[in-house]
């Protein structure tokens, strides 16, 4: 049976009892209910938008045999009142791969200083990387990542403003030079170029073989929906599409509908006019 504990200090805890990134880790192991865990999440860690959790990841590493049972870890789940997501202070995951061999899922939030390194993991079944902007060099190394059992990958690509400094050719690249031949889910998000990024989906190879497609929280607009609309009745294999947080008009979502997917068109949006441009915004940026 699976149980989850959330780990985290709040700013008073942060400042009056000097809890922080460096404590976290003995306050974990100090947990009579630690070792009956299988998901282990680790929330704010009292100044995230200044101190990394780089200790945190060192500490796991350094007692990775009572780290074993661990299959499913959250680094940074915090909202934006503890620390606005493009503040997160991230770190380096390059020997977190060989200290858990057990784990099955990893989420990071936060995308500022996050380095993956070569990643290789024969066990892990779901990465999901949560920001406002993602760079390209760690688009570069999920694309190299050797990962056999990947069922799951969930991108938020985010915006040019906090971070995310590639295209859609960059995701193009990630797509063709990915090897994840077990993958089910795809989910390419929260894009201010989500028209183009959900045309290079269509057009990857993973298309024949997920059954779950998520193009959600970004700028997809009718343009994209009608690459849509022409696509996934080729592939019967997917039986959900999540499009919510969109600027679909009401005329496509009622085609979209017709679709033979479980579809997820929630949160509508409409665009802004201002001295004659228009403006869209991808669901999480800051």
């Known amino acids: 049976m699976e149980k989850l504990k959330t780990y985290s200090y709040d700013y008073e805890q942060h400042e009056d009892e000097n809890k922080g990134a460096d404590t976290m880790i003995a306050d974990i192991l100090a947990d009579p209910e630690f070792p009956e865990l299988t998901e282990l999440i680790i929330g704010s860690w009292g100044w995230a938008c200044e101190d990394s959790c780089q200790p945190i990841l060192d500490g796991i590493i350094e007692h990775a045999e009572q780290f074993s049972h661990i299959q499913k870890l959250f680094i940074g789940d915090m909202d934006y009142e503890e620390c606005e997501v493009s503040w997160i202070i991230q770190g380096n995951y390059s020997r977190l791969w060989e200290?858990?061999?057990?784990?099955?899922e990893l989420t990071i939030k936060g995308s500022c200083?996050?380095?993956l390194?070569?990643?290789?993991?024969e066990g892990l079944e779901s990465l999901t990387i949560i920001c406002g902007g993602l760079p390209s060099s760690v688009i570069k190394e999920i694309?190299?990542?050797?990962?056999?059992?990947?069922?799951?990958?969930?991108?938020?690509?985010?915006?040019?403003?906090?971070?995310?400094?590639?295209?859609?050719?960059?995701?193009?690249?990630?797509?063709e030079k990915a090897d994840f031949?077990?993958?089910?889910?795809?989910g390419i998000v929260d894009s201010e170029i989500q028209d183009e990024l959900?045309?290079?989906?269509?057009?990857?190879?993973?298309?024949?073989q997920i059954h779950t497609l998520d193009l959600s929280c970004g700028t997809l607009t009718d343009e994209g929906g009608n690459a849509l609309l022409?696509?996934?009745?080729?592939?019967?294999?997917?039986?959900?599409l999540d499009l919510h947080y969109h600027y679909l008009s009401d005329s496509m979502i009622g085609k979209l509908k017709k679709l033979p997917v479980e579809l997820n068109v929630d949160e509508q949006n409409e665009a802004d006019i201002y001295d004659g441009e228009i403006w869209m915004n991808a669901m999480l940026t800051e």
């Open 230 to 240: 022409e696509a996934i009745p080729s592939y019967p294999n997917i039986k959900v």
């Open 181 to 186: 031949p077990q993958l089910e889910y795809l």
């Open 143 to 175: 694309q190299e990542a050797k990962l056999p059992n990947l069922k799951k990958l969930l991108i938020y690509m985010g915006v040019e403003n906090y971070g995310f400094d590639g295209d859609a050719d960059t995701v193009r690249t990630l797509l």
């Open 99 to 104: 200290a858990m061999p057990g784990l099955k």
């Open 117 to 121: 390194g070569q990643v290789c993991h």
């Open 198 to 208: 959900a045309k290079v989906v269509l057009e990857s190879k993973f298309m024949g």
């Open 113 to 115: 200083d996050l380095i």
